[in-house]
């Protein structure tokens, strides 16, 4: 049984406990969404491709031409590979932080990140690492685990917001797990994913449980 890699919050993310914006600094605010896809073999199936979605909502910093997003989770939504389902709890994650600046070549705006968490209990439930759900017929239970990332994004303004891609790059090591068969069977991953993202602007004062209710504002596909 495969291991659904967790993702990389927006995968673009230098991921940090980043502090809180100024109180004097303008309170502007985006929701963003990003998709990214792999691949993995999977035992009786062969090659299947991978999908997740992560919906946040970014505080926006511009200083000498650069853009920083200091973000927060909202949801994340990992597909099913075959039978077996895998689920976080986004309000455990911690805030994130990315910076991009203008790209060498001058074609749009570049942010190049590592993410890295160690055994350090990051989602606050009283275990190791982030908590992973796994719901699969005949093994359940809960993976613990840390992760290294390392990404290239390139993005730059459009009619509605701001979008590109992000090519990243994720290794994921089980601290350990609950419930006898994950025991066995989950291993460690090396994976390379990549996928669109995209924001746009919405009300400074707009929450995670707003646009969930109401539907997220923008697609990273559209």
Same mark, same amino acid.
């Given at each position: 049984?495969?291991?659904?890699?967790?993702?990389?919050?927006?995968?673009?993310?230098?991921?940090?406990?980043?502090?809180?914006?100024?109180?004097?600094?303008?309170?502007?605010?985006?929701?963003?969404?990003?998709?990214? &896809? !792999?691949?993995?073999?999977?035992? &009786?199936?062969?090659?299947?491709?991978?999908?997740?979605?992560? &919906?946040?909502?970014?505080?926006?910093?511009? @200083?000498?031409?650069?853009?920083?997003?200091?973000?927060?989770?909202?949801?994340?939504?990992?597909?099913?590979?075959?039978?077996?389902?895998?689920?976080?709890?986004?309000?455990?994650?911690?805030?994130?932080?990315? @910076?991009?600046?203008?790209?060498?070549?001058?074609?749009?705006?570049?942010?190049?990140?590592?993410? +890295?968490?160690?055994?350090?209990?990051?989602?606050?439930?009283?275990?190791?690492?982030?908590?992973?759900?796994?719901?699969?017929?005949?093994?359940?239970?809960?993976?613990?685990?840390?992760? @290294?990332?390392?990404?290239?994004?390139?993005?730059?303004?459009? !009619?509605?917001? &701001?979008?590109?891609?992000? @090519?990243?790059?994720?290794?994921?090591?089980?601290?350990?797990?609950?419930?006898?068969?994950?025991?066995?069977? +989950?291993?460690?991953?090396?994976?390379?994913?990549?996928?669109?993202?995209?924001?746009?602007?919405?009300?400074?004062?707009?929450?995670?449980?707003?646009?969930?209710?109401?539907?997220?504002?923008?697609?990273?596909?559209?």
């Amino acid at each position: 049984m495969p291991l659904v890699s967790v993702p990389a919050l927006l995968s673009a993310t230098l991921l940090t406990h980043a502090p809180e914006p100024a109180a004097a600094e303008p309170r502007e605010l985006w929701a963003g969404h990003q998709v990214v &896809f !792999g691949r993995r073999e999977v035992p &009786f199936k062969g090659t299947v491709t991978t999908r997740t979605d992560t &919906f946040s909502l970014a505080r926006v910093r511009r @200083r000498d031409g650069s853009i920083e997003l200091v973000q927060t989770a909202c949801r994340v939504l990992i597909e099913p590979v075959g039978a077996v389902e895998v689920t976080i709890d986004a309000s455990g994650l911690p805030r994130s932080s990315m @910076r991009f600046v203008a790209a060498p070549d001058g074609e749009g705006l570049v942010s190049e990140a590592e993410l +890295a968490w160690g055994e350090d209990d990051v989602d606050g439930d009283g275990n190791p690492g982030v908590t992973v759900r796994v719901d699969a017929p005949m093994c359940s239970g809960e993976l613990y685990v840390s992760n @290294r990332s390392t990404t290239r994004a390139v993005g730059d303004y459009t !009619g509605r917001g &701001f979008a590109g891609d992000a @090519r990243v790059r994720v290794v994921q090591h089980v601290i350990d797990a609950k419930g006898a068969c994950l025991s066995v069977v +989950a291993s460690d991953t090396d994976e390379r994913v990549q996928g669109p993202f995209a924001y746009v602007p919405v009300s400074a004062d707009t929450t995670c449980a707003q646009l969930l209710r109401n539907g997220w504002p923008v697609d990273a596909e559209g």
